[in-house]
């Protein structure tokens, strides 16, 4: 994935940038931590600018969450009560008024949530699709993502550029933050999960 990465980047230069991370902001396996750092490094020894690397790259972000932002809208809360009202629900042990808890939850959340998961793996890319279904308005959704993106893709492309070819080193340091919060968000959603079931029981034993 990595050579692959570099080689488009080395070809198309800013365009290759902005390919790779929408797609990555869509499909989040796609590591935006080797795009960023090794574009960096690339504008120390070609003719690429940092500032032009940035905008390319919170470019390619929009894109990309702007694309799973209507996948979101698409399926919207309406929709996902007609599932949940079927046996996907009784699996899953979900209401409708669950689906309603949680629009509630993310239209109160929803500005901070959009901007300080931007900085977070995997969630930076997945919270485009509560954001489209709770038809959070587009202006907001643009400044908010535009805004965390600018400054996590900033941050990156810079300490590319000041690192130059010990960009790989930078590389493992994020691959272990990456791991922390993932398991950080495992245990989160395990938690949740626990708690949000065990209400369910006590009001079902009131």
Request: net charge positive; aromatic share 12%.
């Amino acid at each position: 994935m990595q050579e692959f990465i570099m080689s488009i980047m080395g070809k198309y230069g800013y365009i290759g940038v902005f390919f790779l991370i929408a797609i990555e902001n869509i499909f989040p396996p796609i590591p935006s931590e080797v795009i960023l750092l090794f574009g960096g490094f690339m504008t120390t020894y070609t003719k690429l600018n940092v500032v032009i690397m940035i905008i390319a790259a919170t470019l390619g972000s929009l894109v990309g969450a702007l694309a799973l932002y209507y996948i979101g809208k698409i399926l919207n809360k309406e929709r996902l009560k007609k599932i949940v009202s079927g046996k996907v629900g009784k699996i899953l042990r979900l209401k409708k008024s669950d689906i309603d808890k949680a629009d509630e939850w993310f239209d109160r959340t929803g500005n901070k949530s959009v901007f300080f998961c931007r900085f977070v793996p995997i969630v930076r890319s997945l919270i485009s699709i509560p954001a489209g279904m709770s038809e959070m308005p587009m202006v907001k959704f643009l400044v908010y993502t535009t805004v965390g993106s600018l400054i996590w893709n900033t941050v990156l492309i810079v300490v590319g550029s000041i690192v130059g070819e010990n960009w790989v080193s930078i590389l493992d340091v994020m691959d272990k933050y990456s791991h922390v919060v993932a398991a950080f968000i495992v245990i989160a959603f395990v938690a949740f999960v626990c708690v949000f079931y065990n209400n369910k029981r006590t009001k079902k034993n009131r």
